[in-house]
């Protein structure tokens, strides 16, 4: 069965920094586009960064700069490192891939790991 497990997270101060994994377990055919969307308390969803097999990345506008996103194709693990950090990226932080298993292909989420940017 496939699965996301993610690690990281906690409690920063403001201008901290934060690292962020989430690794893929499981038997996959192929893993394409892996990324982290971020969730804060009363606000939807939204996509912070993404990541193609061949390195390509999408970052948003509000965290450009300051975040980075990796991924290591041969530990199937995606990274996400957090700079400069602001009370306004207290959320959390969601991994997800698409993932081909077999003939089937869709996204596999992680559990979510909270971010609280604080004094």
């Known amino acids: 069965q496939v699965q996301l497990v993610e690690s990281g997270g906690g409690l920063v101060q403001p201008g901290g920094s934060l690292s962020i994994s989430c690794a893929v377990s499981?038997?996959?055919?192929?893993?394409?586009?892996m990324g982290w969307y971020r969730q804060a308390p009363g606000k939807q969803r939204e996509l912070v960064a993404n990541?193609?097999?061949?390195?390509?990345?999408i970052i948003a506008d509000s965290v450009k700069g300051r975040f980075t996103i990796a991924r290591d194709n041969a530990k199937n693990t995606v990274y996400l490192q957090m700079n400069s950090l602001k009370p306004e990226d207290t959320a959390v932080y969601y991994c997800?891939?698409?993932?081909?298993?077999?003939?089937?292909?869709?996204?596999?989420w992680g559990q979510g790991t909270l971010v609280t940017v604080s004094d």
């Open positions: 499981g038997r996959t055919s192929s893993i394409n586009t």
């Open positions: 990541i193609t097999t061949g390195g390509s990345t």
């Open positions: 997800y891939a698409d993932i081909r298993v077999l003939f089937k292909r869709r996204d596999y």
